[in-house]
Structure formats: structure tokens, C-alpha cells
T-cell receptor, first 113, second 109 residues
Framework: DVKVTQSSRYLVKRTGEKVFLECVQDMDHENMFWYRQDPGLGLRLIYFSYDVKMKEKGDIPEGYSVSREKKERFSLILESASTNQTSMYLC????????????FGEGSWLTVV | QKEVEQNSGPLSVPEGAIASLNCTYSDRGSQSFFWYRQYSGKSPELIMFIYSNGDKEDGRFTAQLNKASQYVSLLIRDSQPSDSATYLCAVNVDYKLSFGAGTTVTVRA
């Protein structure tokens, strides 16, 4: 079974703190994604990566950055957390060809106070 | 216009009835289409995917795709209380998967 692991499930951070959300997948997938999910808005794509050291902005990249130094790991960074970044963050991965099923991690619930 | 739009719901159906979920998308280059189910507090799980026009059946679920109308739907037959969840439509363009806001379904026993 494909496993996408988000190491931090529940975090509470203060405004202005730097926050790292880590994601690891164990199936050698080329593509990895970070989404955030908010009530009534569905899943919105923050960033994605189709190869090591490659990254592309999604629909809502402002206030976020990412890092992909190794194929299996994709990190989401909030340089200076703000209260409007309180959300549920989902990491996902998929093999290289378009149209493949996407596999999700269990989610990271971030509260910024 | 949002890339993927779903009927807003919530949708309440009696047990044993058919639940019908609709989704439209804006990008004609979309290549593949997915339906995910998400229980409260959990991550989405794949129910079905469809690539070609027409119907695709899997157990009690049927996905229907009409690329000319840019429309994809999901039918849940013989709805069960365990089907109560939010259903997300997702559309793949190149390597990006875009999601609708979801439709919450409640199956009344």
C-alpha cells in the first residue's frame, strides 16, 4: 500500500513563528502536492513538485514556500505564520503520468494563535 | 469562474434511495476525473475515476462523464448510512489535480 506520512498531525503555533510541515511518501512517486482545506472552499492547491528540487506554484502560494531535496520528502514552510493560515493541510503524491490516482496523507491540523 | 464546481448541497436522502452528485469543470483540456469521499476529520479516499465519456460502474457507485458538456456525475444506489460523508469531485489537467468544494451527503435511516 502507498503510504504518505505527515509527521505532525496537530500543531498550535504563534503568529510570526516559522512553521515546517513535513511529508514523506514511500512509493517513489515523482509528483507531490500540498493542499489546504477550509470549510466551504474545498481543497486548494498551494504548491506542487514534479521532481527533486523542482516546484510549481499552485492556486494559493502566497505566504508559503516548499522544499524538495529528496524524492520522498516534500516540506511546506510558513515563513511567518498568520491566523488566516489556520487550516487543515494535506500532503499528497502520485506517480509521474497525468491521470494517476492521488494518494493523501492523514492531514495536519494547524492552529495559529 | 471556479475550475471545478459541485452542487452545493447538503444533500439528504433516505436509506435505500439514490443520491445524485453533479460536477462541472471549466478546462476542456482536463484528462481524467475522480470522485473522493471524505469523512469528517479524515483525509479524502478515492471512490472512482473515469477517463472516457459514458458510464462506469463499481458496485453501488456509477460515475458518468460527458466531456462535451464538461460534466461529471456520481450516482450512489441503495444509499446506506455509512455513505454519509462529503464527496469531492477532482479534475486532472497535466499534473495538477483541482478539487470542487464538495457536497455533503446525509443518508437518513
Amino acid at each position: 500500500d502507498v503510504k504518505v506520512t505527515q509527521s505532525s498531525r496537530y500543531l498550535v503555533k504563534r503568529t510570526g513563528e516559522k512553521v515546517f510541515l513535513e511529508c514523506v511518501q514511500d512509493m517513489d512517486h515523482e509528483n507531490m502536492f500540498w493542499y489546504r482545506q477550509d470549510p466551504g472552499l474545498g481543497l486548494r492547491l498551494i504548491y506542487f513538485s514534479y521532481d527533486v528540487k523542482m516546484k510549481e506554484k499552485g492556486d494559493i502560494p502566497e505566504g508559503y514556500s516548499v522544499s524538495r531535496e529528496k524524492k520522498e520528502r516534500f516540506s511546506l514552510i510558513l515563513e511567518s505564520a498568520s491566523t488566516n493560515q489556520t487550516s487543515m493541510y494535506l500532503c499528497a503524491s502520485t506517480p509521474g503520468s497525468p491521470g494517476n490516482t492521488i494518494y493523501f496523507g492523514e492531514g495536519s491540523w494547524l492552529t495559529v494563535v | 469562474q471556479k475550475e471545478v464546481e459541485q452542487n452545493s448541497g447538503p444533500l439528504s436522502v433516505p436509506e435505500g434511495a439514490i443520491a445524485s452528485l453533479n460536477c462541472t469543470y471549466s478546462d476542456r483540456g482536463s484528462q481524467s476525473f475522480f470522485w473522493y469521499r471524505q469523512y469528517s476529520g479524515k483525509s479524502p479516499e478515492l471512490i472512482m475515476f473515469i477517463y472516457s465519456n459514458g458510464d462506469k460502474e463499481d458496485g453501488r457507485f456509477t460515475a458518468q462523464l460527458n466531456k462535451a458538456s464538461q460534466y461529471v456525475s456520481l450516482l450512489i444506489r441503495d444509499s446506506q448510512p455509512s455513505d454519509s460523508a462529503t464527496y469531492l469531485c477532482a479534475v486532472n489537467v497535466d499534473y495538477k489535480l483541482s478539487f470542487g468544494a464538495g457536497t455533503t451527503v446525509t443518508v437518513r435511516a
